[in-house]
């Protein structure tokens, strides 16, 4: 699994950047009113994604994976 999809699994709403995807150094969180989990928080969901079958990622994650978020799936919908 990937930063990018830890990141959007423990803060599905929030919005952020990471610019290397390799590299929480970074990471730029761009969501001031919710806090932005610890490096070591996102390298353990990286662990614990990774250790997943693939059928119990969820959406989001699966989302996250290919660089998308829950909000470009519903504009993409048309639910937004």
């Keep these: 699994m990937s930063l990018p ?3 959007a699994s ?3 709403d929030a919005e952020w950047t990471l610019l290397d995807s390799g590299d929480l ?3 730029e969180w ?3 009113d919710i806090q932005r989990p610890t490096d070591a928080a996102i ?3 990286v662990v614990r994604m990774a250790a997943l079958p693939p059928a119990e990622l969820t959406v989001a994650e699966r989302l ?3 660089g ?3 909000d470009d799936l519903k504009v993409a919908l ?3």
Excluded: D, F, R, Y
Aim: contains cysteine; glycine residues 4%; negative net charge.
């Design 5 to 7: 999809s830890a990141i």
């Design 43 to 45: 390298e353990a969901e």
């Design 30 to 32: 761009l969501s001031a």
């Design 64 to 66: 996250a994976a290919a």
């Design 10 to 12: 423990l803060c599905p």
């Design 78 to 80: 048309g639910l937004a």
């Design 68 to 70: 998308l978020t829950v």
């Design 25 to 27: 150094a970074t990471l």
